[in-house]
């Protein structure tokens, strides 16, 4: 197989590698957002025929480095390739993932921010099989939906640990740390994700992610509790059956069952055994402890261009709380005061969606500026 890994360096990107290592998979083209070490090491390693980054010094007689704008877009389309990984945080994923599931290629997206700015962009490119989500939970949502009548299903049900901080009480998480924050308990994942999934705004967004991938109402998307994660989606449908897809907390699984759709991979991971099930419990997320969740299914009735503005002024609100510049309890605050300054455009086409993106950036700094002014 042949393929395209924009994000290589990151969680995702590494791990794609370490598939295309395990099962000789060639790697056209990469991308990263630093020309460093670790994108060397990449382009040494694999020798494709392209790659990109945003920031450092050039190596060259390393292959051919694409550069400008539209370089992701580019390296998606590169010949050859017969799937493109889309691993990229934020807005940045989907202009490359909406020019390659427009040339037909197959598109592995793990860039949920990507996925909800795109909206109706996105509609229909699962269902056509182009598009199969990599996220743990929208994987094993996808396997679940598999040959499922859409008039059967009642509702979708998506599993999160809970965060580093589900524990602690809620008189304590104004003094959380980053360092406390990002001590997940289960996966190991980049510093947005880690705090998103802290704040429980990454399961917030996957509740859009599986409303734009699937087609599901909003109110037919649930979120629990399940703190060893084993169970990664449940699906209930119209007869009062509910069906789980199981397997260890592992991103080779999801990976490799979208680079290999519509086959299974083999032995993608261990497989699990009936004792290792002996504590699936589940609870119901506290409402106190994580507003992102009312936040984000607001922002999902709303549509527009408030999904990609909530995500960008998420990412500013993160890179503050990581510098110490923000308590953990202000994250949500500073994303839902930007939501509250913002004029939503109806059906946003890539040039609306850019500008919502800056427009929330400099929002978020700005109030972030205005807090530290008090």
Same mark, same amino acid.
């Given at each position: 197989m042949?393929?395209? /890994?924009?994000?290589a360096?990151?969680s995702?990107?590494?791990q794609?590698?370490?598939?295309?290592?395990?099962?000789?998979h060639? /790697?056209?083209?990469v991308s990263?957002w630093h020309g460093?070490?670790?994108l060397?090491?990449?382009?040494?390693e694999?020798?494709?025929?392209?790659?990109?980054?945003? #920031?450092?010094d050039?190596r060259?007689?390393?292959?051919?480095?694409?550069?400008?704008?539209d370089a992701?877009?580019?390296?998606?389309l590169?010949?050859g390739a017969?799937?493109?990984?889309?691993?990229v945080?934020?807005?940045?994923?989907?202009p490359?993932?909406?020019a390659?599931?427009?040339?037909g290629r197959?598109?592995?997206a793990?860039?949920? #921010?990507?996925?909800?700015?795109?909206?109706?962009?996105?509609?229909?490119a699962v269902?056509?099989g182009?598009?199969?989500p990599?996220?743990?939970?929208h994987?094993?949502?996808?396997?679940?939906?598999l040959?499922?009548?859409?008039?059967?299903?009642?509702?979708?049900?998506?599993?999160t640990?809970?965060?580093?901080?589900?524990?602690w009480?809620l008189?304590?998480?104004?003094g959380a740390r980053p360092?406390?924050?990002?001590?997940?308990?289960n996966w190991s994942?980049?510093q947005?994700?880690?705090?998103?999934s802290?704040?429980?705004?990454?399961k917030?967004i996957?509740?859009?992610?599986?409303?734009?991938?699937?087609?599901l109402?909003?109110e037919a998307?649930d979120v629990?509790?399940?703190p060893?994660q084993?169970v990664h989606a449940?699906?209930?449908t119209?007869?009062?059956? =509910?069906y789980?897809a199981?397997?260890?907390?592992?991103m080779?699984?999801?990976i490799?069952?979208?680079?290999t759709h519509?086959?299974?991979p083999?032995d993608?991971?261990?497989?699990?055994?009936?004792?290792?099930l002996?504590?699936?419990t589940?609870?119901r997320?506290?409402?106190?402890?994580?507003?992102s969740l009312r936040?984000c299914?607001? /922002?999902?009735?709303?549509g527009?261009t408030?999904?990609?503005? =909530?995500?960008a002024?998420?990412?500013?609100?993160v890179?503050a709380?990581?510098?110490d510049?923000?308590?953990f309890?202000?994250?949500?605050?500073v994303?839902?005061?930007?939501l509250?300054a913002?004029?939503p455009?109806?059906n946003p086409d890539?040039g609306a969606l850019?500008a919502?993106d800056?427009?929330?950036?400099?929002?978020?700094?700005?109030?972030?500026r205005?807090r530290?002014g008090?």
């Open positions: 042949n393929l395209v /890994v924009l994000g360096t990151g995702i990107g590494s794609t590698l370490e598939i295309a290592r395990r099962r000789g060639r /790697v056209l083209a990263a460093g070490d670790r060397w090491r990449v382009v040494d694999f020798r494709p025929e392209a790659y990109a980054f945003q #920031e450092g050039d060259p007689g390393v292959g051919r480095r694409v550069a400008g704008i992701l877009q580019e390296l998606a590169w010949p017969d799937a493109v990984v889309v691993a945080n934020g807005f940045d994923g989907l490359p993932m909406l390659a599931l427009r040339a197959r598109v592995a793990a860039t949920k #921010e990507s996925i909800i700015a795109g909206g109706e962009l996105l509609a229909g269902t056509q182009n598009l199969v990599v996220d743990s939970e994987a094993a949502a996808f396997q679940l939906l040959r499922r009548r859409h008039e059967d299903v009642r509702r979708l049900i998506i599993t640990s809970g965060g580093a901080l589900r524990d009480p008189d304590r998480l104004p360092q406390d924050a990002l001590r997940h308990p994942m980049g947005l994700v880690t705090i998103n802290a704040t429980l705004m990454n917030g996957e509740v859009l992610e599986a409303h734009v991938l699937f087609g109402p909003l998307i629990w509790i399940h060893t084993m449940l699906l209930e119209r007869d009062g059956a =509910l789980a199981l397997a260890r907390p592992d080779m699984l999801p490799e069952q979208a680079l519509p086959e299974l083999i993608a991971l261990p497989p699990l055994e009936p004792e290792d002996a504590e699936l589940f609870r997320p506290d409402a106190a402890r994580y507003p936040l299914r607001e /922002v999902g009735t709303i527009g408030m999904p990609a503005v =909530l995500c002024a998420n990412e500013v609100a890179s709380f990581l510098s510049e923000l308590p309890t202000e994250i949500v605050p994303v839902e005061t930007v509250e913002h004029t455009v109806a890539l850019h919502s800056r427009w929330a950036r400099a929002t978020a700094e700005n109030v972030l205005r530290e008090r």
